[in-house]
């Protein structure tokens, strides 16, 4: 994980990036600073604690949905903070009486979730993929790659989340599961591979690594859907099948061609490979 901070107007934001689950998370208390306009941290502690309490009361999933990580406090000694990702703190602003709520809001959608205006509009994310994908020079074909794998991705995920799937670290693990099956290295190890930190994974993958990335996880959702598997272990086991007959397709292309198939090919910036290459 990799701690950084992120500044709104001139309050300082701790926050912290789970490389495996792609997301952001922030430091709760820094964010209610922000909102009562307080900059002592312990009048902002003393604010979230007595929120929490009282969402707690109330059923509020928002505060269960925290979670406690390391940040990095004003004496530079890490602590177990409270924090959210983006989703979580959408509906922790709502609580807390505040000027400052939709600025933080619009902030947060563009340091932390751009997904969120995405969210009501699938079709604005596809268009800003693609438009993207294209300022970065992808081609055409690539693009139309990249997106029928994140359709394939969708269809598999939208089962897993109706079949007793429903926490982000599950869907990190099965995702590593079918990766490091057909690829013989896990997400992480493929990431570091391309020199990769906080990039997503797909978006600098080759046009061979995002085929065999949809069929894996294609044949892993028709294994699951065919044997109606249903929470961890039973598609733990259709993910390992479904990533095991990718791998095979994989292993049967590289002996025809000679070619590996994962690659430290990236579209990182030019001056970021040089960086990455002088550490």
Known sequence: MKNTLAAFEDFKIRRIYDEE????????????????????????????NKLKERLKKEGSESVTNCHQLKLEAADGKKYLTDVADPETLLRLIQSVPSPKAEPIKLWLAKVGYERMQEMADPEKSLNRA??????????????????????????LTDYWSKHEITKEDEYAILTNIIHQEWSDVTVKEHKSLKGLKTQNLRDHMTEAELIFTALAELSSRQIAETAEAKGMIENKIA?????????????????????????????????????????
């Open 21 to 48: 689950k792609e997301t952001w998370y922030f430091s709760v208390v820094d964010i209610i600073g922000v909102l009562i306009q307080q900059k002592d941290f312990q009048t902002a502690r003393k604010y979230w």
């Open 130 to 155: 693609r438009e993207n994908w294209q300022k970065h020079g992808r081609s055409g074909k690539w693009i139309q790659q990249r997106m029928m794998g994140q359709e394939t991705r969708n269809k």
């Open 239 to 279: 993910g390992i099948k479904g990533g095991r007959i990718a791998k095979r397709a994989r292993i049967e292309l590289e002996s025809k061609t000679g070619k590996k198939v994962i690659s430290k090919e990236s579209y990182l910036p030019l001056k970021d490979i040089k960086a990455i290459d002088n550490e």
